[in-house]
């Protein structure tokens, strides 16, 4: 068979993406990377030119690509670390950290890097121990503390957006988990743009369509450093499991992952959920007492709790 040629130059193809019937050499996947990202911001509503971004970024493939197609739009998008404490083999944020910087510091583009043992006292871990939450995986007082720190470094800084990576396997999975569990809540919150509340920026996902090896095809092609490890926390997580149950019916059925979340995201539309109310996204419209963040709770938030005495 000959090697497949890239759609519009005729040059050898780099990629070839099975669910658009496409593939293209590198120079157009990268340029048709950034183009329909542009269209999920329009699409969705997601920013304004003048609007000041925060994107939290892990070090990771996507995060970094985010950031990275940002700064080619012209979008005013400065960057946010966080160094949960999680050591490994590789010593997981510590290393993470230094790829985040290191793209910062090549495109002289502005990192905030924040440490939760500086903080707090105690590394995520050591919080989860602690607490007693989650028993042996850490992820749920990691999601509490992350959600937290996004939070306060967009207020305190002026930012109206707060960016995440998430991509189209990472919705596809939340999305199914959800629905087996009939998760109303969660299905309720699941889009690509929650509006800003009291104690909240606005949250954007402007990868929620890019498959996961579109958005890695985009780092590799683009030369960008990442961090390749996975966190060692997420190593048998339910979310892994959903993933390769929608890998498999991928393999058949190619674009089965996309007809699911852009069928949900239209039903939701056509109004199948409730929306959330502005406040329930954050789990409440009551505002702790201790951060002033918005919180389900008369009385302290989750993060108050996990990291006082
Ligand atoms: S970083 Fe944190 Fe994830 Fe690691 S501890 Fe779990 S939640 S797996 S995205
Ligand atoms: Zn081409
Ligand atoms: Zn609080």
Request: net charge neutral.
């Amino acid at each position: 068979m000959s090697a497949m040629r890239c759609q519009k130059c005729e040059q050898q193809a780099a990629i070839h993406m099975r669910q658009h019937r496409l593939h293209l050499c590198k120079e157009h996947y990268l340029a048709w990377f950034v183009e329909q990202t542009e269209r999920m911001i329009a699409k969705y509503n997601m920013f304004a030119r003048q609007e000041r971004i925060l994107v939290a970024v892990s070090g990771g493939k996507d995060s970094l690509s985010l950031w990275d197609v940002l700064w080619r739009l012209g979008y005013t998008a400065d960057g946010m670390y966080i160094n949960l404490g999680i050591t490994s083999e590789d010593d997981y944020s510590n290393a993470s950290e230094e790829y985040a910087r290191q793209f910062a510091e090549k495109r002289g583009l502005t990192l905030q890097v924040v440490n939760v043992a500086q903080n707090t006292g105690r590394t995520i871990p050591e919080l989860a121990r602690r607490t007693g939450w989650g028993k042996d995986r850490p992820c749920g007082v990691c999601g509490i503390v992350k959600r937290h720190v996004m939070n306060e470094a967009a207020l305190q800084g002026g930012y109206q957006v707060l960016a995440t990576a998430h991509n189209l396997d990472d919705e596809a999975a939340f999305l199914m988990q959800n629905t087996f569990q009939w998760n109303m809540d969660f299905l309720r919150r699941q889009a690509p743009v929650l509006e800003a509340g009291e104690g909240f920026a606005r949250k954007v996902k402007p990868f929620c369509r890019f498959y996961e090896r579109e958005t890695a095809a985009y780092a590799i092609l683009r030369d960008i450093p990442y961090i390749e490890e996975e966190c060692p926390h997420s190593v048998g997580s339910k979310q892994l499991f959903y993933k390769e149950i929608l890998n498999k019916l991928e393999v058949d059925h190619p674009g089965t992952k996309l007809q699911f979340y852009v069928g949900f995201l239209n039903a939701r539309q056509g109004g199948l959920f409730t929306p959330a109310e502005s406040g329930d996204e954050e789990g409440g419209r009551n505002l702790c007492p201790g951060c002033g963040q918005p919180t389900t709770s008369s009385g302290l938030c989750s993060y108050c709790k996990v990291t006082r005495e």
